[in-house]
């Protein structure tokens, strides 16, 4: 079996399929004519802690952006418009952000959230901006029946774009 090198690297191992498609050779636990599987080594070791280190890391990397959104998302669903506007003010980035598909000006046009409508339209938004489906804002306010928002969303050059 291969041993760690005395730079610490692992060397060696080959890692073949057998008829099968198990793993044998060195390096990877292979079965003994017993039919028991042998113990992993030191370099089987070293290989998983790599992964586990590097999932960790891209988890760790991706939690800032990804825990900020659906919180937003939340915030501007269940019309609690200070707080999104706050969020908001803290993460100028996520003005035009997509959340769950849509953009927060298509969430504020389809649960009336008037509060976040403006606050967004006052600071950069991208009014036409597409949903996943295709939709401006300005169309999902008037289907929610949400006209002072559609209102809004005109008096800032929005137009109903469809897919």
Same mark, same amino acid.
């Given at each position: 079996?291969?041993?760690?090198?005395?730079?610490?690297?692992?060397?060696?191992?080959?890692?073949?399929?057998?008829?099968?498609?198990?793993?044998?050779?060195?390096?990877?636990?292979?079965?003994?004519?017993?039919?028991?599987?042998?113990?992993?080594?030191?370099?089987?070791?070293?290989?998983?802690?790599?992964?586990?280190?590097?999932?960790?890391? @891209? $988890?760790?990397? *991706?939690? #800032?952006?990804?825990?900020? /959104?659906?919180?937003?998302?939340?915030?501007?669903?269940? %019309?609690?418009?200070?707080?999104?506007?706050?969020?908001?003010?803290?993460?100028?980035?996520?003005?035009?952000?997509?959340?769950?598909?849509?953009?927060?000006?298509?969430?504020?046009?389809?649960?009336?959230?008037?509060?976040?409508?403006?606050?967004?339209?006052?600071?950069?938004?991208?009014?036409?901006?597409?949903?996943?489906?295709?939709?401006? @804002? $300005?169309?999902? *306010?008037? #289907?929610?029946?949400?006209? /002072?928002?559609?209102?809004?969303?005109?008096?800032?050059? %929005?137009?109903?774009?469809?897919?």
């Amino acid at each position: 079996m291969p041993e760690p090198t005395a730079g610490g690297r692992c060397e060696g191992g080959a890692d073949t399929l057998d008829r099968e498609g198990r793993r044998s050779g060195e390096g990877w636990p292979s079965r003994a004519r017993s039919g028991r599987v042998s113990a992993p080594d030191a370099c089987d070791t070293e290989r998983l802690v790599r992964i586990l280190a590097a999932v960790l890391m @891209a $988890l760790f990397l *991706a939690g #800032a952006s990804a825990a900020a /959104e659906p919180d937003l998302e939340a915030l501007i669903w269940n %019309g609690k418009a200070e707080q999104a506007i706050q969020l908001l003010e803290a993460r100028p980035d996520l003005v035009n952000a997509r959340l769950g598909g849509f953009t927060p000006l298509h969430l504020a046009g389809m649960v009336n959230n008037v509060g976040v409508a403006k606050y967004l339209l006052a600071h950069d938004v991208e009014v036409d901006a597409r949903d996943f489906e295709g939709y401006s @804002a $300005l169309v999902r *306010a008037r #289907a929610n029946g949400n006209l /002072e928002i559609a209102d809004l969303i005109v008096a800032h050059g %929005g137009t109903e774009l469809r897919p």
